[in-house]
């Protein structure tokens, strides 16, 4: 009896809630919530899809700046020092501030090319010893390692380099390695050896040319003798470009190289701003405000994400310190516990090059780490100026060296002074030691009374800037974090 009871009085309430929802929702949401079911108003369709048009943009901007970082490298190289397998420009006499190249390391020897392999087909690369370095497909996509870290380890050793298209023989003897994209980045850095006053390059500069390169195919007699044109005190723009040249050199990307360097996603992203493989592309007279909208506002996003920092702080290498790892303890290719770190990734490219995993692996006495801060000990941003001071502990754990270079935030590029080297580093062994073995290092737009000539940098006034670490051959006490690089300090 009570259940009848129940079950008529839940049969009646059901009814009734039925009832009056009938009376409340005369439509399905998405028919209530856009204009009652009708088409939108002409002028605001419009205003949508170019609100779209842009915003898709900005998202082709960060996801392909790592590939635009390349080719702006690419094309500033072979403006400067022609095209070629057998062009490996060196810079000789260390690269400086002259070089507008996205955090160049002007304390080792740079030997940087691009190789075409649609060009030339399959090319070998003979790597001498001791070399730090690697290959990168045009999307900076590492191909491998080449040195310590990779298979030659630190020997020297024949590097076949294959077309992504490429199904031909593969012959025995050589480290062989398929690349994404026609392009190939060849990044080569040889270590300088120490010096009364500076250090030395010859050493690292004979090693670097001692690097052959050929056609897998070509005989001795028709393979190009080596050109190693010297890249030191030369103006040379390596950097991306700022304006609507952007989207032809990227629509020239994508026609170049296989639909496969790009996953289809992507590709459908560029095709809704009109960058087809093989179709022309004509944007509108409104269309190209909106390009020029978005290659002006996407890097000033990416500045501000990393302005504000990661919600996570995962990015700190230290709980007690100012200090950021680009990566932000990622892997090499920017991938977290589950998903692509895009934003991470459009951060550094727009500062950076170069993304292999001897960078962030914690290879112990044999890979690379870079700390770098843009705050002082009180989070302000560091600005030219102001007068800091960094003391650096004894013993740092760098097998090979450490370094100390300011660069721009904005891009990158060294800090730019009379100076034209705006780094130290512990090869100079003319740079000043306290009586502990620490080292102090003054940075600001005229130099302290007290600080040596060989440990102060030259800052621009009222421009921020990064100061950054770098540590090779890192040792076990950075991992473990016993030994730490003290903050920025500000004296004025």
């Known amino acids: 009896m009570y259940r009848s009871v129940f079950l008529a009085a839940t049969i009646t309430s059901m009814l009734s809630a039925s009832s009056v929802l009938a009376q409340e929702v005369t439509a399905p949401p998405l028919v209530e919530q856009i204009n009652n079911g009708n088409w939108l108003p002409q002028a ?27 080719i702006g490298m690419r094309d500033g190289s072979e403006a400067a020092f022609g095209k070629g397998y057998n062009v490996l420009p060196i810079w000789k006499d260390r690269m400086d501030s002259r070089a507008w190249i996205p955090t160049p390391n002007g304390d080792v020897i740079y030997s940087l090319t691009f190789l075409d392999l649609k060009e030339t087909g399959p090319l070998v690369v003979a790597a001498p010893r001791d070399v730090i370095g690697m290959f990168t497909d045009l999307f900076q996509r590492t191909i491998t390692d080449v040195g310590l870290i990779g298979p030659d380890r630190a020997r020297g050793g024949l590097y076949l380099l ?5 199904d031909g023989e593969i012959p025995q003897g050589y480290f062989s390695f398929k690349s994404k994209t026609y392009n190939v980045m060849l990044f080569f850095r040889t270590v300088m050896g120490k ?54 050199k990227l629509k020239a990307f994508v026609d170049y190289e296989p639909v496969s360097a790009i996953d289809p996603e992507l590709r459908g992203v560029l095709a809704s701003i009109g960058i087809v493989k093989g179709q022309p592309f004509e944007p509108t007279a409104k269309q190209q405000e909106l390009l020029k909208k978005a290659v002006e506002t996407a890097p000033r996003m990416i500045l501000a994400t990393r302005q504000l920092g990661r919600p996570d702080g995962r990015e700190l290498y230290y709980k007690d310190r100012q200090y950021v790892n680009q990566w932000a303890g990622a892997t090499s290719e920017w991938l977290q516990n589950g998903y692509l770190d895009v934003d991470q990734r459009a951060g550094f490219f727009q500062i950076a090059f170069s993304s292999a995993p001897a960078m962030v692996m914690h290879t112990l006495g044999a890979g690379s780490k870079y700390p770098n801060t843009v705050r002082d ?105 016993t030994w730490k690089p003290d903050d920025v300090v500000k004296l004025n």
């Open 195 to 248: 010096g009364a006053t500076a250090p030395d390059p010859k050493q690292a500069v004979a090693l670097a040319e001692q690097t052959r390169i050929y056609p897998l195919w070509a005989s001795e007699k028709d393979t190009k003798p080596m050109e190693f044109p010297n890249g030191s005190g030369k103006r040379i723009q390596m950097m991306y470009p700022v304006d609507n040249e952007f989207w032809a």
């Open 162 to 166: 294959l077309p992504p298209d490429y």
């Open 377 to 481: 000990s009180n989070g302000e941003f560091l600005n030219g100026s102001n007068t800091y001071k960094l003391h650096l502990p004894p013993n740092a754990p760098a097998a090979l060296f450490w370094a100390v270079t300011l660069y721009n935030v904005t891009d990158g590029t060294m800090v730019e002074t009379p100076q034209l080297m705006p780094s130290i580093n512990s090869l100079n062994e003319a740079v000043a030691k306290n009586a502990d073995g620490s080292i102090d290092l003054w940075f600001g737009p005229s130099k302290p009374a007290d600080a040596p000539d060989t440990n102060f940098i030259q800052t621009v006034n009222a421009r921020n800037f990064i100061a950054a670490l770098r540590l090779y051959g890192t040792g076990v006490e950075f991992f473990d974090q």
């Open 44 to 70: 605001e369709a419009e205003a949508l899809r170019d609100e779209l048009f842009y915003q898709r943009a900005i998202h082709a901007y960060m996801t392909m700046l790592p590939a635009l970082n390349t």
